[in-house]
């Protein structure tokens, strides 16, 4: 539907995307109608294939888009432990309209050697969707929550420090830039082992404060729900890593899949140290490998046989793609979210 912003529209338009937002808020919606599972996609479940000479013998940590549940998996697909503790017996209260529990999900986890499980809570059909970081002990009792609006992904350093997302609503032009407000900022935090806060630093400003404040260019003219980065990834360098790379070690790597760029943030500057655009199309999940070259999940970036999504192994001083691949699968294979 076309929209004619006319005047007076500059007067009412704040007015008018609260009542579309509360709206489409408000409009009843189903698990199966969202992004983060449908029984009609997948028909099949359980372990479809299973290479004992290929695959790696273990146990798998496996969250899902059905319910705010994680589960340890054995190869066969047997559940051999769960944890599950739904977002309306946490005690939160940041939030003043939750959605129900049958809308929200477990986006991302980290197990603990203890079984301690750190626990992203997200709720379809909301913005910002990020609801919250929660730390349950093995048997699912609450031992922490952080209650922001945390979001896609949450890691652990060497040091128990937990570097994690959270999202925020501004009303504040950026100058120069070709957006207006309101929109969802992306902030990396930084967390103490027991959950309080350490240190918040905003992407944009990190990028303001760099040589790559170009990127802002690249930001879609329509944001899709205002959406300005939708970072995905957070992963800290270790020392290990560091040094195949120009970085320090407690430097971050983020994934922003809306302007197809993944960075580096150095946390203490609050700056952009590197960053990079490629072949790739809405990412996710770049990890550093110890050869020096950068592993990451191109979301819609192939096109050909295959499918749209491929993994690629790149350099990334030359951006040459040392290695790459996609399959053809029963189903499209890419993410939504």
């Known amino acids: 539907m076309m929209e004619f912003k006319f ?49 790696y013998d273990g146990l798998t940590l496996f969250t899902s888009g059905h319910a705010q549940r994680a589960f340890l998996l054995s190869m066969e697909g047997q559940i051999v432990h769960e944890w599950h503790l739904p977002f309306s017996q946490v005690g939160w209260n940041h939030i003043p309209f939750p959605v129900g529990d049958d809308l929200i999900s477990w986006r991302k986890v980290h197990l603990y050697p203890n079984g301690d499980l750190l626990v992203i809570y997200v709720g379809f059909g909301d913005t910002p969707w990020g609801y919250g970081l929660a730390k349950i002990d093995k048997d699912s009792h609450l031992i922490w929550k952080y209650a922001e609006r945390v979001h896609h992904d949450v890691e652990v350093g060497s040091d128990g420090k937990i570097y994690t997302l959270i999202q925020s609503i501004s009303t504040t032009k950026i100058p120069g830039t070709h957006f207006n407000p309101p929109f969802i900022e992306d902030s990396i935090v930084v967390l103490s082992p027991e959950g309080d806060e350490l240190k918040k630093v905003l992407i944009s400003k990190a990028f303001l404060n760099s040589e790559f404040a170009d990127v802002f260019e690249f930001v879609p003219t329509f944001l899709d729900r205002g959406d300005l980065w939708h970072t995905n990834a957070v992963e800290v360098l270790d020392k290990e890593i560091a040094e195949q790379f120009p970085f320090l070690a407690g430097q971050v790597l ?45 979301n819609q970036g192939h096109y050909g046989p295959g499918g749209r999504s491929q993994i690629i192994e790149f350099k990334p001083t030359t951006r040459e793609v040392v290695w790459r691949y996609s399959y053809e699968f029963h189903i499209k294979v890419y993410m939504v979210i």
């Open 7 to 55: 005047w007076p529209y500059p007067l009412f338009k704040d007015a008018y995307n609260a009542a579309k937002a509360w709206n489409e808020r408000l409009t009843p919606l189903s698990r199966d109608e969202t992004d983060f599972y449908s029984l009609n996609n997948y028909p099949k479940s359980g372990v479809l294939r299973y290479n004992r000479e290929k695959a």
């Open 254 to 298: 983020i994934s922003m899949r809306s302007v197809d760029t993944i960075a580096v943030v150095d946390l203490n500057k609050e700056k952009v140290v590197w960053a990079i655009r490629g072949e790739w199309h809405g990412q996710h999940d770049p990890d550093f490998l110890p050869n020096g070259n950068l592993l990451i999940f191109d």
